[in-house]
């Protein structure tokens, strides 16, 4: 299984408010449609006015499925629609493989 970290910035003309709201009403709904996506967590900070950045955990089963999933219509639509509440130019994407260690 792999996974792909997404950090979010907030857009400078929402408050964290807004922002966590729209990440999860709106843009939560869009995501979780991405084909085979197997799992989607999002990771609100407890204390938004020491946080820089939100972070969102998209799992798949491999690398290949994650690509065609962006790929996708749903997955293309997701992206789009992260620019509608986070800085797009700040956007950073990480894939990785989850070493568990407790």
Do not use: C
Request: charged content about 25%; cysteine-free.
């Amino acid at each position: 299984m792999v996974k792909l970290l997404v950090l979010l910035q907030k857009r400078p003309d929402k408050s964290w408010a807004e922002f966590h709201r729209y990440w999860l009403e709106e843009h939560a709904p869009i995501a979780r449609s991405i084909p085979g996506l197997r799992g989607y967590v999002q990771n609100h900070a407890t204390d938004p006015r020491t946080a820089t950045f939100a972070v969102s955990e998209f799992y798949f089963d491999d690398l290949a499925a994650l690509q065609r999933a962006f790929e996708s219509p749903d997955g293309q639509a997701t992206l789009k629609d992260a620019a509608v509440f986070s800085d797009a130019e700040q956007l950073q994407m990480v894939v990785a493989e989850e070493v568990r260690i407790v």
